[in-house]
């Protein structure tokens, strides 16, 4: 699969974005897709995933204010963000992972990433 992402852009705090993931190839209902997040001079961090199997898992310390959304029909998996923090200023990317039969969090795991949006939230 090849993913492309959009939607970044900067926000004062307190706000909402819609991140957005187009998906192309066919095997995207067979995959796990994701949202992870990158901060300057940090690793890359998972923030949610929606499962092929319809599950939806979220980051803990996240999930009151990201959702995570997948129609399989159009091939997205899009992220919402309320009440924006300046720490989730960051780049944000896409990812895919073909198969899983268990749940994975890990970057190592997806095969398949977009180029990243940036998410910038002032104070």
């Known amino acids: 699969v090849q993913l492309q992402a959009s939607g970044g852009g900067l926000v004062q705090a307190g706000g909402s974005l819609r991140l957005f993931c187009e998906v192309s190839g066919r095997t995207f209902s067979s995959s796990d897709a994701g949202w992870f997040r990158q901060a300057p001079g940090k690793g890359r961090e998972f923030v949610a995933v929606a499962r092929r199997t319809g599950d939806i898992y979220y980051e803990d310390s996240l999930k009151a204010r990201f959702t995570i959304s997948r129609d399989n029909a159009k091939q997205t998996v899009d992220l919402l963000i309320n009440n924006l923090k300046p720490e989730d200023t960051a780049v944000y990317y896409c990812?895919?992972?073909?198969?899983?039969?268990?749940?994975?969090?890990?970057?190592?795991?997806?095969?398949?990433w977009g180029q990243g949006t940036q998410v910038t939230v002032s104070s």
């Open positions: 990812a895919a992972s073909q198969w899983r039969l268990r749940l994975s969090t890990r970057p190592g795991d997806f095969d398949s």
